[in-house]
T-cell receptor, first 119, second 111 residues
Framework: GAVVSQHPSRVICKSGTSVKIECRSLDFQATTMFWYRQFPKKSLMLMATSNEGSKATYEQGVEKDKFLINHASLTLSTLTVTSAHPEDSSFYIC???????????????FGNGTRLTVT | RKEVEQDPGPFNVPEGATVAFNCTYSNSASQSFFWYRQDCRKEPKLLMSVYSSGNEDGRFTAQLNRASQYISLLIRDSKLSDSATYLCAALSIYNFNKFYFGSGTKLNVKP
């Protein structure tokens, strides 16, 4: 089945630093990838849609200058949390749909997530 | 109103019990539906897609009721390993790539 890999799985950083998270589709090409954030015991919240070769589309309320997304190839999207603050501490998960998987019935496949802690 | 709503639970059931969750969606244009399982501090994993005619995978049965705009998940013969949070997701026909997730229903299966 479709595999999405995310790295790192865990990161602890100090306030003011930037953190880059990588998301790779391992066995399929993904022109679109999705970045979610999840706070403890809360729902997944879509942050942005990453588009290969063009600008990402951000959801309302998500600062594009703070959460930089780059989708430089058909198998790699990166999310950079710039000037991280403690309130950015969360579980960040990327996902993608396998284009071979049946159109509208094709589900999202998730990376293993990155737990970010900003001290 | 949220696009997708679920009872957060928790549902506490004994091993071997049958348990059912419902998930309502507000957008009648929603076209595709899915159930995901999420273990604590892990990513969601696809449990099953939900087809119009309903579908079954072992102990799990998913159904779609378009008239009332809800999907359901039935788990028979619950196992301890079924303990997790179950998320439902809906995909809009107007935005092919936008999945809406419920906040999840927590299931605790006890010995």
């Amino acid at each position: 089945g479709a595999v999405v890999s995310q790295h790192p799985s865990r990161v602890i950083c100090k306030s003011g630093t930037s953190v880059k998270i990588e998301c790779r589709s391992l066995d399929f090409q993904a022109t679109t990838m999705f970045w979610y954030r999840q706070f403890p015991k809360k729902s997944l919240m879509l942050m942005a849609t990453s588009n290969e070769g063009s600008k990402a589309t951000y959801e309302q309320g998500v600062e594009k200058d703070k959460f930089l997304i780059n989708h430089a190839s058909l198998t790699l999207s990166t999310l950079t949390v710039t000037s991280a603050h403690p309130e950015d501490s969360s579980f960040y998960i990327c996902s993608a749909r396998d284009p071979r998987g049946g159109g509208m019935q094709s589900p999202l496949h998730f990376g293993n997530g990155t737990r970010l802690t900003v001290t | 109103r949220k696009e997708v709503e679920q009872d957060p639970g928790p549902f506490n059931v004994p091993e071997g019990a049958t348990v059912a969750f419902n998930c309502t969606y507000s957008n009648s244009a929603s076209q595709s539906f899915f159930w995901y399982r999420q273990d604590c501090r892990k990513e969601p994993k696809l449990l099953m897609s939900v087809y119009s005619s309903g579908n079954e995978d072992g102990r799990f049965t998913a159904q779609l009721n378009r008239a009332s705009q809800y999907i359901s998940l039935l788990i028979r013969d619950s196992k301890l390993s079924d303990s997790a949070t179950y998320l439902c997701a809906a995909l809009s026909i107007y935005n092919f790539n936008k999945f809406y997730f419920g906040s999840g229903t927590k299931l605790n299966v006890k010995p």
